[in-house]
């Protein structure tokens, strides 16, 4: 298995533009969870999904960020427009719900100028 | 709610020697597990330890061993034999079951680095 893939793997966009950024979960996890990295907040999760359903999107800052999980094997986060304190490494990570361990991907550094 | 806190933002540790890592967390509930997460350079989290809080005994992973103590509600890492490759950021992280599937709580991260 090729683990959690995540495109892409840098992405600089000029700030009011629309962003997506893109994840593809380990096959048969069934649980996704998108966070966000920043020095100053560290880890912060966002949203998560269980079986394709949002289960908790409390982490998300405002409207103008938007997730989706059309497909057990594929999740999109979207920012529109974007703003450049939306600056971060913004990390998806898949598990098997009733085990509990992640696996992360190797994360997408956004940078908003 | 829960918190998860790690009191020293770096630290540094000689080739070959040993080094401990802290991390305290508050909650009230009874079941949870407790982990240790790496991010080398390369930015991908790797588990590197785990422990589950009804077990008394500590985890162990070859030069990883944490002691835990559930009722301080303290979790650090051990690091044995430290070697160039361990230097990296280490989150201790919190997990509880919630809805069906569970959520981490990270703490902010301790920088590591390994001198030769």
């Known amino acids: 298995d090729a683990g959690v893939i995540q495109s892409p793997r840098h992405e600089v966009t000029e700030m009011g533009q629309e962003v997506t950024l893109r994840c593809k979960p380990i096959s048969g996890h069934n649980s996704l969870f998108w966070y966000r990295q920043t020095m100053m907040r560290g880890l912060e999760l966002l949203i998560y999904?269980?079986?394709?359903?949002?289960?908790?999107d409390s982490g998300m800052p405002e409207d103008r960020f938007s997730a989706k999980m059309p497909n057990a094997s594929f999740s999109t986060l979207k920012i529109q427009p974007s703003e450049p304190r939306d600056s971060a490494v913004y990390f998806c990570?898949?598990?098997?719900?009733?085990?509990?361990?992640?696996?992360f991907g190797s994360g997408t550094r956004l940078t908003v100028v | 709610a829960q918190t998860v806190t790690q009191s020293q933002p770096e630290m540094s540790v000689q080739e070959a020697e040993t080094v401990t890592l802290s991390c305290t967390y508050d909650t009230s509930e009874n079941n949870y597990y407790l982990f240790w997460y790496k991010q080398p350079p390369s930015r991908q989290m790797i588990l590197v330890i785990r422990?589950?809080?009804?077990?008394?005994q500590n985890a162990t992973e070859n030069r990883f061993s944490v002691n835990f103590q559930k009722a301080a509600k303290s979790f650090s890492l051990k690091i044995s034999d430290s070697q160039l490759g361990d230097t990296a950021m280490y989150f201790c992280?919190?997990?509880?079951?919630?809805?069906?599937?569970?959520?981490?709580?990270f703490g902010t991260g301790t920088r590591l680095k390994v001198l030769a």
């Open positions: 999904f269980n079986n394709n359903v949002p289960i908790d």
């Open positions: 422990q589950e809080a009804y077990k008394q």
């Open positions: 990570a898949s598990s098997l719900a009733l085990i509990g361990v992640y696996t």
């Open positions: 992280a919190f997990m509880r079951r919630s809805s069906g599937t569970y959520k981490y709580i």
